[in-house]
């Protein structure tokens, strides 16, 4: 922390690593989002593309973060892959059928980021949601201003990196989604809402939920 002025982060505002190395003129919000209950339904170790559903309207949410141009990061944990559930190879290929799904309607991804870890299994990471090291990378890669940022997604941990970077979390809860997660959520401030639709409405500030 410097307290220059120039980088835009100034004392008591939030400040990582990744934040520093982010060029205020070219920086964007982003809308930083889960991938399984949130974009694509749920199926619990998801292991065959073809099985890769999208959650209703959740093309046409991503569709008016795109029309926004507001960057789309997909960010997932893949335990699975620790597990031996999945591979690397059948994550890549229902990342690609993602793709295609979106792209039949007319949305994209820009980037997607997976930690394949789990601590029982290959020990801590730093990329492991609640913790920020996928949003660290991107955030990097992608030039982008977290503390502008949107964190979306159907657990707790999808939203709490909202608060590490100064940004905004919207909790979509899904049939996965205890209610002890929703009321920490409501309790910490974040908004709750049923749909990624409403989500992209609530962070666009858009009139009504984009689902024509
Ligand atoms: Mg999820
Ligand atoms: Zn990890």
Redo the contacts with the bound molecule.
Sequence with gaps: MTGDKSDGHSAGLPDTPAMRRTSRALRRRAAFIDRDGTLIVDKNYLKDAAQVELVPHAANAVRAFNYALVPVIVIS?QSGIARGLLTEADYRAQRARLDDLLEERSAFVDDHYH???HPEV?GA????KP?I??YEQAIVEHQLDAAASFFIGDKLRDVLPARRYGGRGILVPSPETSSDDVEAALAAGFDVVTSLSLAAALALDLPHPPES
């Design positions: 944990n930690c394949p870890h290959t990471c730093e990329c492991r913790g090291g996928m």
